[in-house]
C-alpha cells in the first residue's frame, strides 16, 4: 500500500526528531581505509523506502563503454543543489530536486555527522540481478576531503570492498549485508586506496534502495560538464 506523502510533513520516517541520533558506530580500519557502521541506524526504513519509490524521478540511463552502449544494471537518480553536475562512466547526471523525504534523510544524516551534503546518488537494485561494479567514488569533483555516507534500504545485499592493487577474482577481504535502515560511511582517503561493489544475487527477488550522500565541489566543474582535480 502506498504512503500518503502529506502524513509526514514535518516529522515522519527519517525526521532528525524520529528516533535518536548520536550511537556510537563500528568502527572498521584496515591501512587506507576508515569505515563507520550503524546498523539499522534509520527508524521506519520500509515507510522511507515507498516514499521513495514514489517521489524520486528514476531513471533507466545508458552507458557507453569501449565504444558500445548499455543499460545501467539498476535505476538511479542524482539530485543536489544547483551546480552540482556529476559524470562518471562518461554518464554526465541531470540535477533532479530535492524531495521532501530525501530531505528529511539528509538532515538526519548530516545531524549524526556533523557534515553538510550538497548532492546524492540514488541507486534502485530491483532484484537481484541488477548490481553495481568494483569501482571508487573519486571523480574530479567529488571532495575528496568528505566523507560518503550511504543508506541502504529495503532487503539487504553485499557491499564488497577491496584495496586498488588486489585481483578482481579474489575473495573480498570486507563484506558486509546492507539492507535494513544500514548507514554505513566510507572517511577519506578509503575512496583514493579501496574499492567497492555490491556483486549480483541471483535468487534474490527483492528490492534495494540505496542513498549515497556526497560533498561536490562545483568549482571544479568546467562549463561542458568534465572537472579539474
Ligand atoms: O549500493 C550501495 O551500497 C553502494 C552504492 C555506491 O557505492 C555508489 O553509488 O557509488
Not at 37 to 56: C, N
Not at 212 to 226: K, L, Q
Amino acid at each position: 500500500m502506498g504512503v500518503q506523502l502529506d502524513l509526514f510533513q514535518d516529522r515522519g520516517p527519517g525526521s532528525p526528531g524520529a528516533g535518536a541520533v548520536g550511537a556510537p558506530p563500528e568502527l572498521v580500519e584496515r591501512p587506507g581505509l576508515r569505515l563507520r557502521l550503524w546498523s539499522r541506524w534509520l527508524p521506519e526504513p520500509e515507510a522511507m523506502a515507498d516514499l521513495l519509490r514514489q517521489e524520486v524521478l528514476w531513471k533507466q540511463e545508458l552507458i557507453t563503454l569501449w565504444g558500445r552502449t548499455h543499460p545501467l544494471p539498476r535505476l538511479t537518480c542524482w539530485m543536489g543543489d544547483p551546480g552540482c553536475t556529476y559524470t562518471y562512466s562518461g554518464l554526465r547526471n541531470r540535477i533532479e530536486a530535492w524531495t521532501p523525504a530525501v530531505q528529511r534523510v539528509k538532515a538526519r544524516v548530516e545531524a549524526e555527522l556533523g557534515v553538510t551534503f550538497n548532492s546524492l546518488l540514488l541507486n534502485r537494485y530491483r532484484d537481484g540481478r541488477d548490481r553495481l561494479h568494483w569501482h571508487a567514488d573519486d571523480e574530479p569533483e567529488l571532495d575528496p576531503r568528505a566523507p560518503i555516507a550511504s543508506l541502504s534500504l529495503g532487503s539487504a545485499r553485499s557491499f564488497r570492498l577491496r584495496p586498488r592493487h588486489t585481483p578482481e577474482g579474489g575473495r573480498s577481504p570486507l563484506a558486509f549485508e546492507l539492507g535494513m535502515g544500514d548507514l554505513l560511511v566510507m572517511d577519506p582517503p578509503t575512496q583514493e586506496h579501496w574499492l567497492h561493489q555490491v556483486p549480483q544475487r541471483l535468487r534474490l527477488n527483492d528490492e534495494r534502495i540505496n542513498l549515497t550522500f556526497r560533498v561536490i565541489r562545483p568549482g571544479a566543474i568546467r562549463p561542458d560538464g568534465s572537472a579539474d582535480r
